[in-house]
């Protein structure tokens, strides 16, 4: 395990240290959200710029042609070869709610796995909310949503059970969104396929940060959003992957015109087209695309599995010092222990976790403003975003969760939830 008494020197020998100076950083502050929103790639504002004078401003109507139309293509092109998927499996466009919507909607109405929607009490709530009006809309059984004994991890026993006992469509997220709890996913995908089942994963927390490999892991469909641990910006669209056997058998029930086979035929009857842009619907956000470009070509170029590598090495320095400094102040690990069970994400709580989280944000004279973000309800998660976070800064976290702990310099912040950060 690393040792963070010398963090000066593990940043100087980091081999992704380079990447660090692609991004915008703001003096002062500690940035350990990458897990909710990753930070602006310098070549992306750059990109968005020329965009909105040349391509926006000068180029109008033409640039659909010249720069556009393709770009939707292009970058899908490249998720692909981020996730292991086949060029043509995987489209860019809508958000993560409307792909998931979207896919799940196509298969209950396609009809080979039993009516029947579950999920499990770890999966992140919009997730809950797109199943729940989809069984109001088919009128199928309710939503099964399996509970653990804890929020921390699954218990895979009890999950698989649930599958064989109720199949169907079954959505999980490939990685937690308060524990950072990591999936077995090809165990669950073939314990899914041997039940008449099919698991839609989500990978928004995880795309970026641990290597996924959608065809060895034997993934039929899955989805998720661009801007955490991908930098691809506020809002960015999000990838959807179906596996190609599913494309003549799936319909997007959104039959708009970039869907169509032929869509500037303007043709008056619908006609899917044959691959997976029967998928697209509307125009695509074509400032988002642009802005999510540099992302992945920053991520390709640095590989997913040293970035995963260093994501592991960061964490268990993190967790080490936790356990060896702020344990004893009363924190605790909300996190699985073992890597393997574990994303990119620490996520830590105590009795006064909100206002902890309010003096990091606020910062002192003594130490930066140090940006966590706050789960209900009482989890503080800190994103180790491997393409920009030191280990110097790892170190400094310590250092401001045990003062502000020792010193009691929460106590001058409300105990109360005010607002969402």
């Not at 996924?212 to 801007?227: P, Q, R, S, V």
């Not at 403003?369 to 393409?387: A, C, E, M, Y």
């Amino acid at each position: 395990m690393i040792d963070l008494s010398n963090a000066k020197l593990l940043d100087k020998k980091d081999v992704l240290s380079k990447f660090h100076s692609l991004f915008y950083h703001k003096k002062n502050e500690i940035y350990f959200d990458g897990n909710s929103l990753g930070k602006l790639p310098l070549k992306a504002q750059k990109t968005i710029e020329e965009a909105v004078q040349k391509q926006w401003g000068e180029g109008l109507i033409r640039s659909w042609n010249q720069y556009w139309l393709s770009l939707s293509s292009r970058i899908s092109d490249k998720y692909s070869e981020l996730l292991g998927a086949e060029k043509g499996e995987i489209i860019i466009g809508e958000s993560t709610s409307v792909s998931l919507y979207q896919v799940t909607y196509a298969l209950l109405k396609e009809g080979s796995f039993p009516k029947h929607l579950s999920t499990d009490i770890l999966n992140f709530p919009t997730d809950l909310y797109v199943l729940e009006g989809l069984e109001k809309s088919f009128g199928i059984p309710s939503l099964k949503i399996i509970s653990y004994k804890n929020e921390v991890e699954a218990e895979i026993e009890i999950l698989k059970a649930s599958i064989k006992n109720n199949p169907g469509i079954i959505c999980l997220s490939l990685v937690s969104y308060k524990s950072a709890y990591l999936y077995p996913m090809k165990q669950l995908n073939r314990w899914a396929s041997k039940h008449h089942s099919i698991i839609v994963w989500d990978l928004s927390h995880a795309v970026g940060a641990v290597a996924i490999d959608l065809k060895e892991t034997e993934t039929m469909i899955a989805l998720g959003c661009t801007y955490k641990y991908m930098n691809g910006g506020p809002g960015a669209p999000a990838f959807l992957y179906i596996n190609e056997e599913w494309h003549s058998k799936l319909l997007n029930p959104i039959q708009g015109w970039f869907g169509h086979q032929r869509p500037f035929d303007f043709s008056k009857k619908y006609e899917a087209a044959k691959s997976i842009k029967r998928f697209a619907s509307g125009t695509p956000a074509i400032l988002s695309l642009l802005g999510m470009e540099a992302g992945i070509d920053i991520t390709l170029e640095a590989g997913i599995k040293l970035l995963q590598e260093k994501s592991i090495q960061q964490s268990e320095a993190f967790i080490k010092e936790i356990i060896q400094q702020l344990v004893p102040l009363g924190f605790s690990i909300e996190s699985p222990l073992d890597h393997c069970k574990r994303g990119s994400h620490v996520t830590i709580s105590h009795y006064a976790s909100w206002q902890i989280c309010q003096a990091l944000i606020a910062g002192n004279d003594e130490h930066p403003k140090i940006i966590p973000d706050f789960r209900p309800p009482h989890f503080i998660r800190f994103g180790i975003t491997p393409l920009y976070t030191r280990f110097e800064e790892i170190k400094t976290v310590i250092q401001v969760l045990k003062e502000i702990v020792e010193r009691k310099l929460y106590l001058n912040f409300p105990l109360e939830k005010l607002e969402v950060t």
